[in-house]
């Protein structure tokens, strides 16, 4: 029975109040067990010493006092005075031997486990500090932790070393940076049931976006193996998201995903291994799928939704979590193995909007996953190993194959950090979130690209994928108070064509997405043109064989496309969610499909593609109707299955009555039916017939959406392509004004939605007032100047409101 032991507090006796009992780590899993086993949370028993024994271990050492001599002189910004000190003071506590009647309350405590899981029971034997896993402070990564422990002596040994391991570097300097008082902090230690991830999988789920702080999304990562290479970095895992919002209302979808590299997986080391792990290559068949099925990332996700109620009704407050997770290879259930609050992306202050933009460009070195959206610009420093950490100098971009949490001196003085391995959840991006430093992860190949002493600039501001650049590149950052910053009464809307940037793009003012453009998300996510993975006859053996790759896994090919597209317009429509977000239908060229994998052999050559076979004349045209198909499924998915009605669908280049009709009643065919689910269907208004015949075409369409290139080009009839005649392209032109304002006047007579989406508005702030006085309902702008013509048309709105009192 657990009353009595003096040490030692089972999972079902602890809660969140014992944190100064069993430091946060042990509190947090004790809440876990004691309240959310009962709502479907499977977390495997444990115990924690608490840090009473850790406390009496020093006192009957009298280890005190040593270590004052050792720590109070401390310089955290000496490295190697630091370390020695650090390694001093670890000796001194691992050394200490346990007292009999802790290690003897250990040992029996162990043995009840034994009886509850069988004689074949491993333990993962975890620090857990007084001041750890707090809401706002981490410790993450700070101290020790021992994986695959059997046996009694194993265990007492590995505790030993738990409690020396509040004495790491990188814990000394963190308890400096953040105010905490060595002596004060003391060390529990918990030992729990071992999941058997190293058969299966494992990672982390935030029930936040980390990188954004988008509330609304569960992320999660993961990897085959046990969990350390995910947290730390040494893996490139799979990525998962879930919206929040339409999963509690029963749309149980995955949001979007993201396949990692997975090379590497940590196992259980046999013949006795001091260190119980080892890692070992993943297999090149499993390294190509990923390592969870879709049901157990909506239960991993749907765990995370639970804990994170749990704790924001216990806090008072909306409390995003940080949870780790393990599948056991035995039993193929799922265990949450940890959470803690999230301390970084849910600290962002969104009534500031600070935006990094490049104003240069230059040749890239390397790619990877970014961290944070800001910019920054140094000379490289390549770590190769732990002892190349003294030549650092601040200002100076840290560049290694991955970081350990010993690195935080020097991490905090870079201008910025870069990892050959590593996802957005790994230590160098946690850590970077926290310094507000740029982090370029999972690179693969950043130490062999760069050589110490180059000049380069590291840039996350240009969505997920973070860029590293060959010497120093311009960059503004323009700060704005968004808080202070009140709505017009014209709907100012965001054109938005890469998911990626979606999420970060939702906290710009907005009334949601004016234009959404397929054709993006389909060349950047899909690269497949739809037909040719459906008639692969037609295709040369090399397209089929890498058509064959991207599709691997998959029932049909046609399913990759439909689940890639729609979880990008998924993603877009998310972000935004419950604004409208209006996405068009297709509209490459004929040039542009072609380039697409296995394009050629569906697309015949043009003169003039600009006026030739695009959008709604594709649809329904039998040498296109199969792949529109697939492109109302996708939608329809993203509608239906993922609950995103927010989503508006836009027809473009419709040149006829007869087309539209057509293409209204194909739609319904394929399952995307005007009026059914609120499914509102818009004409891009971008043709002089659009406006001609604005009366017949708002009988088929709920409202219209300008589109400003194409309206200009065929009212002045300038090929918007032709560098030669570009000096006669101009949305400006009287006779472009007067569409304009013939097709507002005419969608407002028939009580349609009207609104703008090209580039004009973005371009011309002249233009922009033209719509306001115009009484446009809706201008939609490029992310880039949103903010600026905000502000114009407030103050436009603001002049008209006089001029009607004056």
Known sequence: MTSEYRYIRFFKDISLEDVALVGGKNASL?????????????????FAVT??????????????????????????????????????ARELVSSSPLPPDLSAEICRAYQELRNEYGTGLTVAVRSSATAEDLPNASFAGQHESYLNISGEQQVLDAVRRCFASLFTDRAIRY????????????????????????????????SIDTESGFPDVVFITGAY???????????????????????????????????????????YAGGGSRNHTRNVPTDKKDQARYCLQDEEVLLIAEHAIKIEDHYSARAGERRPMDVEWAK??????????QA????????????????????????????GRAVGAKVASGKARVIGHSSDLAQFQPGEVLISDTTSPDWGTIMKSAAAIVTNRGGRTCHAAIVARELGLPAVVGTDNATGAICTGDVV???????????????????????????????????????????????????????????????????????????????????????????????????????????????????????????????????????????????????????????????????????YEPGFALECAALKRARDEMGLTNIVVMVPFCRRIEEAERVIAKMSTFGLTRG?????????????????????????????????????????????????????FDERDPGVMKMIALAVEGARRNGRHSGICGQAPSDYPEVAEYLVRLGIDSISLNPDSILKTTLRVLDIERQMKRDQNS
């Not at 056991?328 to 193995?337: A, L």
Request: net charge negative; glycine share 10%; hydrophobic share 40%.
């Open 225 to 267: 193996g046990l969990g350390e290479n995910v947290v730390q970095g040494a893996v490139d895992p799979d990525e998962f998201y879930i919206f929040k919002p339409t999963f509690k209302g029963g749309k149980r979808t995955v949001l979007r995903r993201a396949l990692g590299t997975k090379k590497i997986k940590m196992v």
């Open 457 to 623: 600039t590291v840039s996350c501001a240009e969505g997920i994928t973070g860029k590293i650049y060959q010497g120093l590149i311009p960059f503004d950052v323009e700060k704005t108070d968004l808080a202070a910053m009140p709505r017009p009464a014209t709907k100012i809307m965001m054109n938005v064509g890469d998911p990626d940037s979606a999420f970060s793009l939702s906290f710009l003012p907005n009334d949601g997405v004016g234009l959404a453009r397929m054709e993006f998300i389909i060349s950047n996510a899909v690269k497949v043109h739809p037909m040719a993975l459906i008639d692969q006859d037609r295709l040369d053996p090399t397209e089929r064989a890498e058509i064959a790759r991207l599709t691997e896994g998959y029932a049909r090919p046609s399913d990759f496309f439909v689940e890639r597209l729609s979880e990008g317009i998924g993603t877009i429509a998310a972000a935004f969610y419950p604004k409208p977000v209006i996405v068009r239908l297709s509209d490459f060229k004929t040039n542009e499909y072609a380039s697409l994998i296995g394009g050629s052999a569906f697309e015949q050559e043009e003169a003039n593609p600009m006026i030739g076979f695009r959008g709604a004349s594709r649809y329904a045209h039998p040498a």
């Open 676 to 728: 059914k689910n609120g499914l509102q269907i818009y004409l891009m208004c971008e043709i002089p017939n659009n406006v001609i015949l604005i009366d017949e075409f708002s009988r088929c369409f709920d409202g219209i959406s300008i589109g400003s290139n194409d309206l200009t080009q065929l009212t002045l009839g300038v090929d918007r392509d032709s560098e030669i005649v570009a000096f006669d």
């Open 328 to 337: 056991d290879g035995i039993d193929g259930r799922t265990y949450i193995v």
């Open 340 to 367: 803690r609050p999230e301390t970084a992306a849910s600290r962002i202050d969104r009534g500031k909007y600070e935006e990094y933009r490049l104003t240069g460009k230059g040749p890239v070195l390397v790619t």
């Open 175 to 206: 308890r400096i940076n953040n105010g905490f008082d060595h002596y004060k902090v003391l060390n529990s230690v918990g030992v729990m049931k071992m999941v058997r991830s190293d058969l299966a999988a494992s990672g982390v789920a935030f």
């Open 30 to 46: 004790g809440e876990l067990y004691r309240k959310l086993t009962s709502k479907g949370l499977l977390v495997p028993n444990g």
């Open 51 to 88: 840090a009473e024994g850790y406390w009496v271990t020093l006192q009957q050492a009298d280890a005190s006092p040593r270590l004052h001599t050792i720590l109070d002189p401390v310089d955290p910004g000496n490295v190697s005075d630091l370390a020695e000190r650090a390694n001093e």
